[in-house]
């Protein structure tokens, strides 16, 4: 146990559903991530956010919304996705000081999505 | 895009030590080497990270030349269970690039 959650653990949706990933964690971090990994590719990270302020969004689609109501909760909204973004996401937290020395990330199980 | 390059894959006897390489010879003077690993459907896991000094912790070693261009991450007594995917990551600011990574295969 890594102290970050994620629900659900799989989740099978077809293109014209809505649906959200969940994650938690109960660390006390100031900074939490979204992560994507497509089968046989290597982790994409998606968003980024410090103290609730979304830091980076790596060109991804609109159809993937992300929302960070408070420093322990990271939600990830999804619309009318395609089956190419079947893939597990992550979510991951770290406590980020100031500076130019960074912590190390505490990743979640994941969220095994599959878009028919 | 990734800033490193790591083998696809290898394997160690259990019981040996493993030895992980890593070439990110375009590392720049504030930025970080960072492992982690993943074993299958799990998250990654953080192992150790390092600037220029060689580190060790309960887990593994972190070798580091002295020009930073390239790393060794050393797991000193294999077991199974470390079979995984080993990821060396260039870290500068608040996201982590994640290569392709090393698939590591402890067999006994």
């Known amino acids: 146990e890594t102290g970050v959650t994620q629900t659900p653990r799989h989740l099978v949706m077809g293109m014209t559903n809505k649906k959200s990933l969940k994650c938690e964690q109960h660390?006390?971090?100031?900074?939490m991530y979204w992560y994507k990994q497509s089968a046989k590719k290597p982790l994409e990270l998606m968003f980024v956010?410090?103290?609730?302020?979304?830091?980076e969004n790596n060109s991804v689609p609109s159809r993937f919304s992300p929302e960070c109501p408070n420093s322990s909760h990271l939600f990830l909204h999804l619309h009318t996705l395609q089956p190419e973004d079947s893939a597990l996401y992550l979510c991951?937290?770290?406590?980020?000081?100031?500076?130019?020395?960074?912590?190390?990330?505490?990743f979640g199980p994941g969220t095994r999505l599959t878009v028919l | 895009d990734a800033k490193t390059t790591q083998p696809p894959s290898m394997d160690c006897a259990e019981g040996r030590a493993a030895n992980l390489p890593c070439n990110h010879s375009?590392?720049?003077?504030?930025?970080?080497v960072y492992w982690y690993r993943q074993i299958h459907s799990q998250g990654p896991q953080y192992i150790i990270h390092?600037?220029?000094n060689n580190e060790t912790n309960e887990m593994a070693s972190l070798i580091i030349t002295e020009d930073r261009k390239s790393s060794t991450l050393i797991l000193p007594h294999a077991t199974l269970r470390d079979t995984a995917v080993y990821y060396c990551?260039?870290?500068?600011?608040?996201?982590?690039?994640f290569g392709a990574g090393t698939r590591l295969t402890v067999k006994p």
């Open positions: 956010y410090n103290f609730k302020e979304q830091t």
């Open positions: 660390l006390g971090h100031n900074a």
């Open positions: 375009t590392i720049s003077g504030n930025e970080y």
């Open positions: 991951a937290s770290s406590q980020e000081p100031s500076g130019s020395s960074y912590n190390e990330q505490f």
């Open positions: 990551i260039v870290r500068g600011n608040n996201d982590m690039r």
């Open positions: 390092g600037l220029k």
